[in-house]
């Protein structure tokens, strides 16, 4: 059967016991039974239950009761999307820690969720488990990432984050000379009328390219507030099409290097600038 460009969604309201989703899927889409669970495995499943909110439907021989309805998102284009590598840095069982590449989701959508660093984990990890977001990451951007496997460790990352006691460095290539200050330069321009607290330290200026490469910490968590804050203060990150050169061709240079919390401190190498003199460490390991 021939399969139309154009996303679909079926929704199915079960009025029988017995039958599987695969089922179910087949008589409302048409679709074959291995494109079902292909897409089901991926993420484009949802099963609606009375009393529970909705979650994804990864198996097909389930057995679907009255009052079920299922959400069928099918979008070729998603599904045949393939995920970058991701490298896996920390397992500590309960949490692990990656380097999630530029490219890579940290979130899916109701079309799936292949894509993403979490689906990634829970096939690559051994032993297999579950895997939840402990922060989020740009797409476009690369770096570290928290995933926690278990409640306990869910429990103490969402404290931690909250009280703001994991300290988060990234490293960012942007236009232009940045000023050379011995001390931090702190940037706290509020974002979506919330407050916001960035603090940047040059680490090294190309003179031939015109380009600083920088170290980040941030204080809060606003939707691209490491991009946002650059970009009013007249320093665009390389690469950032939104919010800088909308015409660039460069992927962009913004990457989570370190991660420090409960006297664990974790980090990996830039990948934008030549090493500097101090051997590619970030120049600043206390607060500023």
């Given at each position: 059967m021939?399969?139309?460009a154009?996303p679909r969604?079926?929704s199915?309201?079960?009025d029988?016991s017995?039958r599987?989703?695969?089922?179910?899927?087949e008589?409302?889409?048409s679709?074959?039974r291995g494109?079902?669970k292909?897409a089901?495995?991926?993420g484009?499943?949802?099963?609606?239950?009375?009393?529970?909110?909705?979650?994804?439907?990864?198996r097909?021989?389930k057995?679907?009761?009255p009052g079920d309805q299922?959400d069928f998102?099918?979008?070729?284009q998603?599904?045949?999307?393939?995920?970058?590598?991701?490298k896996?840095?920390?397992?500590?069982?309960?949490y692990?820690?990656w380097?999630?590449?530029?490219?890579m989701f940290?979130q899916?959508?109701?079309?799936g969720d292949?894509?993403?660093?979490?689906?990634?984990?829970?096939q690559?990890?051994?032993?297999r488990?579950?895997a939840?977001?402990?922060?989020r990451l740009?797409r476009a951007a690369s770096?570290?990432?928290?995933?926690?496997?278990?409640?306990?460790?869910?429990?103490?990352?969402?404290q931690?984050?909250?009280?703001?006691r994991?300290?988060?460095?990234?490293?960012?290539?942007?236009?232009?000379?940045?000023p050379d200050?011995?001390?931090?330069?702190?940037i706290d321009?509020p974002?979506?009328?919330?407050?916001a607290?960035?603090?940047?330290?040059r680490?090294?200026y190309?003179a031939?390219?015109?380009?600083?490469?920088l170290?980040?910490?941030?204080?809060t968590?606003?939707?691209?507030q490491i991009?946002?804050?650059?970009a009013?203060?007249?320093?665009p990150?390389?690469?950032?099409r939104?919010y800088g050169?909308?015409?660039?061709q460069?992927?962009?240079?913004?990457r989570a290097?370190?991660?420090?919390?409960?006297?664990t401190?974790?980090?990996?190498e830039?990948?934008?600038?030549?090493?500097?003199?101090?051997?590619?460490?970030p120049?600043?390991?206390?607060?500023?």
């Open positions: 021939a399969v139309s154009e969604h079926w199915v309201d079960i029988t017995g599987s989703a695969v089922d179910w899927l008589q409302a889409s679709l074959s494109r079902i292909d089901m495995t991926k484009a499943v949802w099963l609606s239950q009375a009393g529970v909110a909705p979650k994804r439907l990864r097909g021989r057995v679907l009761q299922l998102y099918f979008n070729e998603v599904l045949s999307q393939q995920p970058p590598v991701a896996l840095i920390v397992d500590e069982g309960g692990s820690v380097d999630k590449p530029a490219g940290s899916g959508s109701k079309w292949h894509c993403t660093i979490y689906r990634w984990a829970e690559h990890l051994e032993p488990r579950p939840s977001l402990a922060h740009d770096g570290l990432m928290i995933l926690t496997h278990d409640k306990r460790s869910a429990r103490m990352f969402a931690l984050f909250r009280e703001r994991i300290d988060k460095r990234y490293h960012v290539c942007v236009e232009g000379e940045f200050s011995p001390w931090p330069v702190k321009t974002l979506d009328e919330k407050p607290i960035s603090w940047l330290r680490l090294q190309d031939d390219s015109h380009r600083s490469l170290e980040v910490r941030i204080e968590g606003r939707k691209h991009r946002r804050h650059l009013g203060f007249g320093f990150v390389i690469g950032d939104l050169d909308a015409t660039s460069a992927d962009l240079q913004l290097v370190s991660l420090t919390f409960n006297d401190r974790i980090e990996i830039s990948e934008f600038f030549p090493p500097p003199p101090t051997g590619g460490q120049v600043a390991h206390g607060p500023p």
